[in-house]
């Protein structure tokens, strides 16, 4: 079978909504966070004793570990708001992905899904169109591929890399994020209102029921066992092999 695309870049995001790393493989577990104006923050590795309880993300709750004093009063003072850092605990917390696109599989403090992808080609398109480019750190993808048609990915429902499978789940739908420039915090309503003029339901899925969102990037899970995938990396320059899609976009799950 032959490469349909090839992995051009991996990025990884250690705090939930905080700048993002790339990496030249995966999985990596950075120690430090920085911010402009504030001392490195130093987290150690060593599983935190402390629970915090009330921890939400959209529709589920629970406990965390608390990542301690020092860490809560850095964000505190950066923010300018009462603020903790916790971690997910997966010794006694679990949350399921949404069992109408992936049944039985798991994420953490992610939004929806553990992993998104996204091909360069789709980012070129849509610079294309607008008045002034954007990076694609404006849709923080985990994994960026090259070489592939635009919008490839909208169909891919299973690929594989290296050894591992990913199921395409569900179209990204996008909230404002991309409309945030990631160096300076500001806002604004590019790249959303070109993606609603090319890229909404009304566009792609019109014969579908309407919910006024815009999609750009593929979710996937991780087919394999992940309690197998210890030691199990994802390199830049991987080929991408597409093993099942769907005809159109119209029928990718959404």
């Known amino acids: 079978m032959e490469a349909t695309a090839k992995v051009s870049s991996i990025f990884v995001y250690p705090v939930k909504s905080c700048r993002g790393i790339s990496l030249s493989q995966a999985p990596l577990t950075p120690t430090e966070i920085k911010a402009p104006g504030m001392s490195v923050l130093k987290i150690s590795l060593m599983t935190p004793s402390q629970v915090v309880e009330g921890v939400s993300v959209w529709e589920w709750s629970g406990s965390a570990l608390d990542e301690g004093a020092e860490a809560a009063k850095w964000f ?30 798991r994420t953490m403090f992610s939004d929806l899904f553990p992993f998104m992808l996204i091909s360069q080609g789709s980012l070129d398109a849509l610079n294309q169109l607008l008045r002034e480019p954007v990076p694609i750190n ?28 990913f199921e395409g789940v569900k179209l ?51 087919k394999d066992n992940p309690s ?20 159109s976009v119209a029928e990718a799950a959404a």
């Open 228 to 247: 197998e995938g210890h030691g199990k990396i994802v390199k830049v320059g991987d080929p991408v092999f597409v093993h099942k899609k769907v005809s």
């Open 76 to 105: 505190s003072d950066y923010l300018g708001k009462p603020s903790q850092l916790v971690r997910f605990n997966a010794a006694s917390e679990t949350r399921l992905i949404d069992p109408n696109y992936a049944p039985g599989h």
């Open 138 to 165: 404006r849709f923080r993808p985990n994994i960026l591929v090259e070489g592939c048609e635009p919008f490839s990915e909208d169909l891919w429902t299973e690929i594989r890399i290296r050894k591992f499978t």
């Open 172 to 222: 990204c739908s996008r909230c404002k994020i991309p409309t945030i420039n990631q160096d300076t915090g500001i806002g604004g309503t590019e790249p959303n209102e070109t993606l609603m003029k090319i890229r909404s339901d009304r566009v792609l899925r019109p014969d579908k029921k309407q919910q006024g969102k815009i999609y750009f990037g593929q979710n996937l899970v991780w």
